[in-house]
């Protein structure tokens, strides 16, 4: 009977997650070993291959470095991998708008299995993603000799390119806003219609403002896999030096050509990419989280 | 299709654009692939799938990604829940680098992984007198999948983790349970069905990937060989028949896959819902 207010005192302690009775903690020798455990863990896993990255990428000097990432062809891969991003990246971003506004505003039926369909270049494996459009528009594909007669082509040229990583990164921003949109509701674009707002200025001026940070991390996300996509890019390029290498391709090349240092200079571009990608991430989820604070 | 009336504009016009970019980009490419699938005969089509290169690269792919993801799932338990419950410099910075393998192009990850695990590597020099090859070896490609899967478990234990209710296991607590029987009792039931859509995610990522594996496996026939490079082999050699065959399947293995992990999640939202009403 005596431990009973000390029991309700540790209850009504202020920080629950850390509380300090023996049978609500684990004991520190465990605490250390699993803390040991993960970090070891995420040490092995994580930060090794981010140093061999850049360690590798300067084995050979800061000389080689610089001209294996001021390389002509080292430079034509960056400029299609930025060209197939700015391709990729605002459709997408405004296809995945679209769709969260007619999921997450009206009721209609069959939305389950739309939602469903939006997610399924994720279960799609990126080499069979390629596949598809090889076997769309390839020399043997249903289209094939429709291009030929036009002389157009699409798979081993940019076009492919394009299509390949806007199908794999088809859903980042769509799932981002519908869960987003739903539990904002209507309210606020409701009381601007009635208030005299015009539809696009309601978007414009209510929900844009809303969904924003939302919206940018879709965008952040979307645009580190646009960029370093590798296996669907791979089916559809052709791996043709300085016209359809992106740069993940352009790595792969390097890479099985011995050219180890080369290789890991470009890769750790993509590296310097992924670290910004996360911080991005970081702040975008430290404002949202503020805001849901506040709200 | 409409069936509440919502005074807002727009849902013409939006469903529109959603539905004929999804039709145009996702499912009229994939229906011509299952099209293309139709028309080879039967022979042609399980001369393909069922080859015995092609079994060997099935075993592989989800042997691999089974152990990667059994990895992962015991290892991301570790991770989300030290993450979430304790305090410790750094905590932020390793929690940021979790969605590392999201971040990082699969190729970097390959190529990397490799000359680490590689004879001359930093790891590799370790292991190789213990007698343990990893580059060019099945333990490779398990290797690469681990790192591609790490995230998924660790992303879907930590909200559940931190919704727990620190009160039940308080209760438990306050009636005599030791902490190792609280965690079994208590908290794990509320844990699994995160545990295994996490532990489904990273498998079926697994299951489809590429760029991370082809530079550690060494892409040996019938030995370090992976389902998708299969695939991509027989693209080269013009093999469209083989390619979209196991295409196919595969294709169908994780369809069926993002089905189950639905369902899942369906099933853990319920749970949740359930165990939140009823405390």
Redesign the interface.
């Known amino acids: 009977m005596s431990t009973r207010p000390a ?1 309700w005192t540790l ?1 009504a302690a202020p920080a ?4 300090a ?7 520190p020798w465990l ?1 250390r070993l ?2 040991a ?3 070891g ?2 040490g092995l ?6 140093v ?2 850049f360690a ?1 990428a300067f084995s050979k000097g800061v000389g080689v470095y610089l001209d294996a990432i001021s390389d002509p062809i080292a430079l034509a891969a960056v400029r299609l991998t930025l060209l197939v991003a700015a391709i990729s990246v605002p459709a997408n971003a405004a ?1 995945g708008v ?2 969260a ?3 997450a ?6 939305k389950a299995l ?1 939602v ?13 993603a390629g ?6 528009f390839g020399a ?1 594909g ?1 289209f094939g000799p429709w291009l030929r007669e036009h002389d157009l082509k699409i798979i081993f040229a940019v076009p492919g390119i394009v ?1 390949a990583t ?2 794999i990164t ?1 859903p980042f921003v769509a799932r981002e806003l519908i869960p987003l949109m739903q539990e904002q509701g ?1 309210e606020e ?2 009381a601007a ?2 208030l005299g707002a015009s ?1 696009w200025q ?2 414009r001026r209510v929900t844009l403002p809303n969904i924003s940070l939302g919206l940018l991390y879709g965008i952040v ?1 979307l645009n ?1 896999r646009a ?5 669907a890019v ?2 559809v390029s052709g791996h043709i030096r300085g016209v359809t290498n992106t740069l ?2 352009h ?2 090349i390097l ?1 099985n050509e011995y050219q ?1 240092a080369a ?2 200079a470009a ?1 750790s571009l ?2 310097l ?3 910004l ?3 991005l ?2 702040i975008l989820e430290w404002r949202m989280g503020r805001i849901a604070r506040a709200a | 299709m409409r069936r509440r009336r919502s005074v807002l504009p727009g849902f013409g016009l939006t469903l529109g654009v959603t539905l004929v970019y999804l039709s145009l980009l996702v499912l009229l490419p994939l229906a011509g692939l299952f099209l293309r699938s139709a028309s080879l005969s039967a022979g042609e089509f399980f001369s393909a799938v069922a080859s015995p290169r092609a079994l060997a690269a099935y075993r592989l792919s989800f042997g691999a990604s089974f152990a990667a993801a059994s990895v992962n799932a015991v290892m991301g338990l570790v991770v989300a829940w030290v993450l979430v419950r304790y305090r410790f410099p750094g905590r932020g910075l390793a929690d940021a680098l979790v969605d590392l393998p999201f971040a990082l192009p699969t190729a970097v990850a390959g190529i990397t992984l490799t000359s680490l695990l590689a004879k001359t590597g930093w790891l590799g020099r370790v292991l190789e007198p213990l007698g343990i090859q990893v580059a060019y070896t099945p333990l490779g490609v398990a290797v690469a999948l681990t790192f591609i899967g790490l995230p998924f478990v660790v992303r879907t234990l930590q909200p559940v983790l931190q919704d727990l209710d620190p009160e039940i296991e308080e209760a438990a607590a306050s009636l005599g349970a030791s902490r190792w029987l609280t965690f079994r009792r208590v908290l794990f039931p509320g844990l699994w069905p995160a545990l295994v859509t996490g532990f489904a995610l990273a498998f079926a990522r697994a299951v489809g990937e590429y760029g991370s594996v082809v530079f550690i496996s060494g892409n040996m026939p019938g030995r370090t060989e992976i389902a998708p490079l299969l695939i991509v082999t027989k693209l080269e050699q013009y093999d469209y028949a083989g390619a979209t065959a196991i295409a196919t399947t595969l294709l169908l293995i994780s369809f069926g896959l993002l089905l189950g992990i639905n369902a899942l999640q369906r099933f853990g939202s319920h749970r949740l819902s359930g165990a939140g009403e009823a405390s």
Do not use: C, H, N
């Open positions: 029991d209850a629950p997650r850390a509380p009775s023996s049978a609500l903690a684990e004991p605490r699993l803390t455990a993960a970090l863990f995420l896993f994580l930060v090794l291959p981010l061999t990255v590798e296809f679209a769709a506004w007619a999921i505003k009206f009721e209609f039926r069959g739309l469903t369909a939006i997610d399924l270049p994720f279960a799609v494996s990126p080499v069979v596949l598809i459009f090889v076997l769309l043997q249903i299509l806007t199908f088809f209507s674009e409701e219609l009635s539809g309601t978007f996300l580190a960029m370093g996509e590798f296996g791979s089916v993940p391709l790595v792969e890479y180890s290789a890991f890769a993509l590296a990419l992924a670290l990608t996360l911080v991430k970081r």
